[in-house]
Protein backbone atom coordinates (compact mmCIF):
# COMPACT_ATOMS: atom_id res chain seq x y z
CA UNK A 1 0.00 0.00 0.00
CA UNK A 2 0.92 3.32 -0.23
CA UNK A 3 0.66 6.31 1.74
CA UNK A 4 1.59 10.16 1.26
CA UNK A 5 1.79 11.49 4.88
CA UNK A 6 1.45 15.35 4.96
CA UNK A 7 2.76 17.87 8.12
CA UNK A 8 3.31 21.52 8.56
CA UNK A 9 -0.10 23.59 8.39
CA UNK A 10 -1.19 25.41 10.98
CA UNK A 11 -2.04 29.20 11.86
CA UNK A 12 -0.28 32.44 10.69
CA UNK A 13 -0.91 35.85 10.47
CA UNK A 14 -0.88 37.52 6.99
CA UNK A 15 2.95 38.00 5.48
CA UNK A 16 3.76 35.19 7.72
CA UNK A 17 5.49 32.03 5.99
CA UNK A 18 4.85 28.17 6.71
CA UNK A 19 6.17 25.02 5.15
CA UNK A 20 4.63 22.04 4.24
CA UNK A 21 5.96 18.43 3.83
CA UNK A 22 5.31 15.16 1.97
CA UNK A 23 6.61 11.91 2.36
CA UNK A 24 5.49 8.78 0.35
CA UNK A 25 6.05 5.11 1.36
CA UNK A 26 5.23 2.40 0.67
CA UNK A 27 5.24 -0.04 -2.33
CA UNK A 28 6.92 2.67 -4.89
CA UNK A 29 8.65 1.67 -7.90
CA UNK A 30 8.82 5.32 -9.19
CA UNK A 31 6.78 8.39 -9.08
CA UNK A 32 6.45 10.32 -12.23
CA UNK A 33 4.71 13.90 -10.65
CA UNK A 34 4.79 15.05 -6.72
CA UNK A 35 2.96 18.17 -5.81
CA UNK A 36 0.35 20.31 -3.75
CA UNK A 37 -3.45 20.77 -4.43
CA UNK A 38 -5.19 23.36 -2.51
CA UNK A 39 -9.20 23.42 -1.50
CA UNK A 40 -10.71 26.27 0.41
CA UNK A 41 -14.50 25.86 1.20
CA UNK A 42 -17.08 26.05 -0.69
CA UNK A 43 -14.71 25.89 -3.56
CA UNK A 44 -13.05 22.62 -6.12
CA UNK A 45 -9.49 21.32 -5.40
CA UNK A 46 -7.34 23.05 -7.15
CA UNK A 47 -3.31 22.89 -8.46
CA UNK A 48 -1.17 24.95 -6.23
CA UNK A 49 2.02 23.22 -7.62
CA UNK A 50 3.87 20.73 -8.64
CA UNK A 51 7.09 18.92 -9.82
CA UNK A 52 7.33 16.32 -13.35
CA UNK A 53 10.21 14.35 -13.32
CA UNK A 54 13.00 15.91 -15.26
CA UNK A 55 10.98 19.22 -16.20
CA UNK A 56 11.04 22.69 -14.42
CA UNK A 57 8.28 23.12 -11.63
CA UNK A 58 4.84 24.88 -12.40
CA UNK A 59 2.64 27.21 -10.09
CA UNK A 60 -0.69 28.28 -10.32
CA UNK A 61 -0.68 32.62 -11.00
CA UNK A 62 -2.11 32.88 -7.61
CA UNK A 63 1.00 31.75 -5.91
CA UNK A 64 3.76 33.02 -8.06
CA UNK A 65 6.74 34.49 -6.74
CA UNK A 66 5.77 33.46 -2.99
CA UNK A 67 5.51 29.45 -2.91
CA UNK A 68 8.16 27.44 -3.74
CA UNK A 69 8.13 23.48 -4.63
CA UNK A 70 11.25 21.02 -3.80
CA UNK A 71 11.45 17.66 -4.60
CA UNK A 72 13.64 15.16 -2.98
CA UNK A 73 13.63 12.28 -5.55
CA UNK A 74 16.11 9.50 -3.10
CA UNK A 75 13.84 10.27 0.02
CA UNK A 76 10.17 10.53 -2.24
CA UNK A 77 9.01 13.77 -0.67
CA UNK A 78 7.64 16.98 -1.50
CA UNK A 79 7.91 20.40 0.39
CA UNK A 80 6.07 23.77 -0.52
CA UNK A 81 7.51 26.63 1.45
CA UNK A 82 5.13 29.56 1.27
CA UNK A 83 5.67 33.21 2.07
CA UNK A 84 4.07 35.99 2.39
CA UNK A 85 0.90 34.39 3.11
CA UNK A 86 -2.58 36.54 2.50
CA UNK A 87 -5.78 35.10 4.14
CA UNK A 88 -7.01 33.60 0.95
CA UNK A 89 -4.51 31.16 0.61
CA UNK A 90 -6.48 29.32 4.01
CA UNK A 91 -7.61 25.72 2.89
CA UNK A 92 -6.90 22.57 3.16
CA UNK A 93 -3.51 21.66 1.48
CA UNK A 94 -3.48 18.24 -0.13
CA UNK A 95 0.20 16.53 -1.13
CA UNK A 96 -0.23 14.33 -4.62
CA UNK A 97 1.82 11.99 -6.13
CA UNK A 98 1.72 10.17 -9.55
CA UNK A 99 3.46 6.85 -9.32
CA UNK A 100 4.00 3.17 -10.09
CA UNK A 101 4.04 0.29 -8.10
CA UNK A 102 5.99 -1.63 -10.88
CA UNK A 103 8.11 -1.45 -13.81
CA UNK A 104 4.09 -1.96 -16.09
CA UNK A 105 4.37 1.63 -16.68
CA UNK A 106 0.96 2.36 -15.55
CA UNK A 107 0.76 5.12 -12.49
CA UNK A 108 -1.65 6.14 -10.63
CA UNK A 109 -2.93 9.31 -8.78
CA UNK A 110 -2.62 9.05 -4.89
CA UNK A 111 -3.30 11.52 -2.44
CA UNK A 112 -2.49 12.52 1.33
CA UNK A 113 -4.76 12.81 3.93
CA UNK A 114 -4.98 16.82 3.91
CA UNK A 115 -3.07 19.56 6.53
CA UNK A 116 -5.05 22.48 7.20
CA UNK A 117 -3.70 26.17 6.63
CA UNK A 118 -5.32 29.31 7.96
CA UNK A 119 -4.33 32.79 7.15
CA UNK A 120 -5.29 35.64 9.55
CA UNK A 121 -5.67 39.12 8.11
Known amino acids: QVQLEESGGGLVQAGGSLRLSCAAS????????MGWYRQAPGAQRELVAR???????NYADSVKGRFTISRDNAANTVALQMNSLKPEDTAIYYC???????????????WGQGTQVTVSS
Open 96 to 110: NAELSKDDSGRYYSY
Open 51 to 57: IVSGRMP
Open 26 to 33: GRIFSINV
